[in-house]
Antibody
């Protein structure tokens, strides 16, 4: 079965870069059906989609407008993983970060997609 | 961005009750509405996708309905293990994908 295993530091200092990795097993980061997303969750912002990467003959990225100047999501085909980098973090970036697969699912609604597989989550605290 | 509004924010119900959670979108979703269940310390779990399709392995007491901007998650015969927070999420056309703020279900 498909599993996503996250890793990365739980504590990042303000102004530094948050870096997380999500290793994919049971599927391919180069899948031409799935997209690989980062989502975070905090009491103040709830569940917040940050961005995605996906392969459809070439690589594409989409990012939340609020993140666009600070975020990079990269695939690594040699390790079958996807990474998140968030620059210039502040305490407001404290959250649980999840990677998640956005996948097409058969439904009466053609083209239905949902986050069907999630990583275990990484609590990242931004503090000096 | 499409805004998602859930109600109520929390509810308390007894085992065996029927529970209804509502999700309203700021524009029509053409059915691209999903529901998730989240228990403390775990990631969200997909329950329902495409308004009413049950994800594999999810008990049949969970069902979804709706159209346009208004959608409903129903739990028929509430069980103790259904104590959780439930989120709606839209996957209409293109990102940003957005979530409702959540409904916490407590068992009396």
């Amino acid at each position: 079965q498909v599993q996503l295993q996250q890793s990365g530091p739980g504590l990042v200092k303000p102004s530094q870069t948050l870096s997380l990795t999500c290793v994919i097993s049971g599927d391919s980061v180069s899948s031409n059906r799935a997209a690989w997303n980062w989502i975070r969750q905090s009491p103040s912002r709830g569940l917040e989609w940050l961005g995605r990467t996906y392969y459809r003959s070439k690589w594409y990225n989409d990012y939340a407008v609020s993140m666009k100047s600070r975020i990079t999501i990269n695939p690594d085909t040699s390790k079958n993983q996807v990474s998140l980098q968030l620059k210039s973090v502040t305490p407001e970036d404290t959250a649980i970060y999840y990677c998640a697969r956005h996948s097409p699912l058969e439904s009466a609604v053609p083209g239905s997609r949902a986050f069907d597989i999630w990583g275990q989550g990484t609590l990242v605290n931004v503090s000096s | 961005d499409i805004q998602m509004t859930q109600s109520p924010s929390s509810l308390s119900a007894s085992v065996g009750d029927r529970v209804t959670i509502t999700c309203r979108a700021s524009q029509s979703l053409s059915g691209y509405l999903n529901w998730y269940q989240q228990k403390p310390g775990t990631p969200p779990l997909l329950l329902i996708y495409g308004t009413s399709s049950l994800q594999s392995g999810v008990p049949s007491r969970f069902s979804g309905s709706g159209s346009g901007t208004d959608f409903t998650l129903t739990i028929r015969g509430l069980q103790p293990e259904d104590s959780a927070t439930y989120f709606c999420q839209q996957s209409f056309t293109k990102p940003p994908w957005t979530f409702g703020q959540g409904t916490k279900v407590e068992i009396k």
